[in-house]
């Protein structure tokens, strides 16, 4: 059995040479990035504000890495540690790193315009409107699946619930201290508040709070209203996302986002200090086809390529990260090195899944089937409970590790979740703007609008009884939704390289890639959806589809126009 100490050295050098080379190219070749370029005047949303590129850096990284890089990381490893970890390796360092340099570029070039408003501006508003479709679906389901998630993860680990409440009070308070100045917010936001974060955690730990109980509206012996625990907190955290949503970044949710990357240091150098302290061997086989478990391919790639190449992560570069750029230079240290530190966490949950048993034989009872593998907020559980095994290798308390990581995994959720609203309120705004609907557009509508959405989609049931996840269709259609919209970043950013008259192939390339791999998942999906009579979730996922290949058609027809009538930059 390999050492998993080799995987993460080697892990470490491809990414240093990476950064290093390959980045430099993607920099200075394709997307020739200029310190001294000045960005258009905005447009709709707030105006941009030059922010330290570390903070824009941990606050960009916290919101990539969501649960569905722990979990879709966790899941790969059911076929063997081999192809989710050159995945992750690879795709994190080409790819991933490509997508995630490109949307920030992109969000730089044409600041304050979002995919949409970029497919309008360059194709007519059938491909904008196509576009919307796609982005709304994404963000309602983000949202809506991240605020289960969290409640689910509040309900499973009552011993943090105190301590998460507690760092967001701390954080919200701070946040006036930190509006001095980014140097004071820098000292606030990754010294003060992770210190009195870890000492609430160690004061909390041992008060759990649990909600109990559960409320049902019956009329005529059916059941209207089902509101259980998970159903409050949903409510509480969307709350927190609505009330984060109001405020400016400095003031919540960028501290907040950096707490949680300095967290997620924390957790990595804890979990990759276990490994190559212990040095586990790999419990896991490097291939394997456990029974009744869907074919490696494509899957292995859809459920890696929901974290590595998501497409909220152009949403968040364009709508959010962007706009807090000092120059485009920092697009490479942000954007690629953004994807570079997801790709670290990927690994960490890779190792962790593969080499954090005792042996193979408890590995195979834990990856029995794949059943076993569709509550996300149970695999969430399972990888906290592989870095809690890895932990106590370096003499860790396993009660303190346990709760050190679950907090970590429940800020990673509740930070990409708020971003998620504040995305989707500014969508909603544009959607007001096209369609010229005021009374959506007044005071806060769009943002009461987004929450809302968000609280009915968590707390609907179309399985009569059983919680959203995989099993009844809101993960799958999500995960193909996201990677439709990641095709459609791709070509975004292939068309203003066009109209530049700039390189362009190392774009399309992984466009092609996530873009056959997405409809030769859709397609099998279908088929399970007819089996189960899931005719809504045909439907929606059919119009997502059709929406982002009309309007990525309409793109590579326009990159063809474009090509030869613009000066090259």
């Known amino acids: 059995m390999i050492n998993s100490a080799i995987l993460l050295i080697t892990t470490a050098a491809v990414f240093i040479l990476g950064y290093r080379y390959y980045a430099k190219f993607l ?6 990035l200029d310190n001294n370029y000045s960005p258009p005047p905005t447009g709709a949303g707030p105006p941009p504000i030059a922010v330290n590129r570390h903070l824009v850096f941990g606050h960009h990284l916290a919101m990539l890495a969501a649960g569905t890089t722990l979990t879709g990381a966790a899941i790969a490893v059911i076929w063997g540690w081999v192809p989710a970890f050159l995945w992750v390796v690879v795709a994190s360092a080409s790819a991933a790193g490509t997508y995630g340099l490109g949307g920030l570029w992109l969000g730089f070039r044409q600041r304050g315009t979002s995919p949409a408003g970029l497919a309008g501006l360059w194709l007519g508003p059938g491909a904008r409107a196509a576009v919307l479709v796609v982005t709304f679906v994404v963000l309602l389901l983000l949202t809506a699946l991240l605020a289960r998630l969290a409640a689910q993860l509040l309900d499973l680990y009552p011993h943090v619930v105190l301590a998460f409440w507690a760092q967001i009070a701390i954080v919200l308070a701070l946040g ?13 936001s990754a010294v003060l508040a992770p210190l009195l974060a870890l000492v609430g955690l160690w004061l909390f730990k041992k008060l759990p709070f649990a909600l109990g109980g559960a409320l049902t509206l019956d009329l005529g012996g059916a059941t209207l209203l089902a509101f259980d625990n998970i159903a409050l907190w949903v409510v509480l955290v969307l709350t927190l996302g609505f009330a984060s949503a109001r405020l400016p970044l400095a003031r919540l949710a960028r501290p907040y986002g950096v707490l949680t990357a300095v967290q997620l240091a924390i957790a990595l150098v804890i979990v990759f200090a276990a490994i190559l302290w212990v040095h586990p061997p790999m ?15 494509p899957w292995v790639f859809i459920t890696l390529i929901s974290g590595a190449i998501a497409g909220f992560h152009l949403l968040i570069a364009q709508g959010i990260s962007a706009r807090q750029l000092r120059t485009e230079t920092d697009a490479r240290y942000i954007g690629y090195g953004g994807a570079l530190g997801e790709g ?5 949950v890779v190792i962790a899944c593969a080499a954090g048993f005792g042996g193979y034989d408890e590995w195979s009872r834990a990856y029995a089937g794949w059943d076993g593998l569709q509550n996300l907020s149970q695999v969430t559980a399972f990888v906290v409970e592989r870095w809690v095994y890895l932990a106590k290798g370096l003499g860790i308390d396993a009660d303190a590790a346990r709760a050190f990581f679950a907090l970590l995994v429940l800020n990673l959720s509740v930070t990409t979740l708020e971003a998620g609203i504040r995305l989707q309120r500014n969508l909603l705004r544009e959607l007001s703007e096209t369609y010229r609907s005021e009374r959506l557009a ?3 509508r769009p943002l009461l609008l987004a929450v809302g959405l968000a609280v009915a989609v968590a707390l609907y049931d ?5 919680a959203p996840s995989p099993d009844n269709g809101f993960w799958p259609l999500f995960g193909l939704a996201n990677h439709m919209l990641a095709v459609l970043g791709f070509m975004l950013a292939a068309m203003l390289l066009a109209r530049l008259r700039r390189p362009r192939a190392l774009v399309i390339a992984p466009m092609l890639v996530v873009l056959a791999l997405s409809l030769w998942a859709l397609v099998l999906q279908i088929a399970l959806w007819r089996s ?3 005719w809504g979730m045909i439907a929606v996922s059919v119009i997502v589809a059709l929406a982002a290949l009309w309007a990525l058609a309409q793109g590579l027809l326009g990159m063809r126009q474009t090509v030869h009538n613009t000066p090259e930059t």
């Open 27 to 32: 920099a200075a070749a394709i997307f020739r």
């Open 532 to 534: 189960q009579q899931r």
């Open 462 to 466: 179309p399985s009569g009884g059983r």
């Open 283 to 297: 419990a896991a086989p490097q291939f394997a086809a456990p029974q009744d478990t869907p074919d490696v391919l």
């Open 344 to 348: 670290l966490v990927a690994v960490a």
């Open 442 to 444: 007044r005071g806060q």
């Open 176 to 188: 006036r201290v930190s509006a001095r100045g980014q140097n004071v917010e820098i000292a606030v």
